[in-house]
């Protein structure tokens, strides 16, 4: 596993979900495509909890404890649970790069991972570390492009569908 590849692309792809929760109106974060479809802050949302209940808490046990169960986690629940779409982007935003920050200096500051450390996921089977870290960096694109399509669909409700296929294919 290449950590600094990893945590590159873990830095950059922050940045890029971070930019595309700027500039957004409130109504524009709260709109959904359909009811059973996340809004842009429910996804911000779900990357700042995830962030701090996923993929960081899960690779630490992972390498350090892998006989630890880890803790349940229910990122679709959470969506009304936690009341993600009644709460300020920018904030959430702001949170959810403090906490990447807080995991980039966990990150860099493993000293010879085991990569190879596994344990058994309920769904996914064997994990080792290595998978839980890749995971993570997908995760990211995953969403990145999630927020994109939101912005595109976005965009779609507000101008003429002809200008848009004047831009090109989506």
Known sequence: MDLSYCSTRLRRSAAAIVALA?????????WKPTSEEWSLLEVICHLHDEER???????DLTLH??????SPINPAGWVTERAYNQRD??????????ER???LTWLEGLSHPDWSAARTHPVAGKMTASDVLGAWVAHDHL????????????????????????????
Do not use: K
Not at 22 to 30: C, F, H, I, L, M
Not at 53 to 59: A, G, Q, S
């Open 89 to 98: 982007l920018q904030a959430m935003a702001t949170a959810f790069m403090q």
């Open 22 to 30: 700027e500039g957004v109106t409130p109504e524009q974060a709260r």
């Open 65 to 70: 404890h892998p006989e630890a169960d880890w």
């Open 143 to 170: 969403h990145l492009r999630q927020l994109n399509e939101l912005h595109w669909q976005w965009l779609a409700t507000q101008v003429d569908a002809l200008s848009l296929e004047y831009a090109g294919g989506w």
């Open 53 to 59: 209940e996923d993929f960081r808490h899960r690779l």
């Open 101 to 103: 920050d807080r995991s």
